[in-house]
């Protein structure tokens, strides 16, 4: 949210604004698992992380869409 806030404020607008927005808002990585996996750390728990980011990011990424596209910022 930080960081699009930001963009807004430095005058991003349009294709730019919504680059931002889609590098920002992308859940955690899958490498998190092999990460994980690899240098014996909680497997379980990155997979939550990555389960629970992608389904916040579904819900947040669209709020924040419909929000920028209701402003005209998109």
Known sequence: A????LA???????LDLLLILINFGTPV???????????????????MAIVGT??????TMSGWLILLMNLGLL
């Open 54 to 59: 992608t389904a916040a990011s579904c819900l």
């Open 29 to 47: 990585g899958v490498l998190v698992f092999s990460l994980a996996s690899q240098m014996g750390g909680d497997v379980r728990l990155s997979c």
């Open 2 to 5: 930080l960081a699009v806030v």
């Open 8 to 14: 807004v404020l430095l005058g991003f607008r349009g």
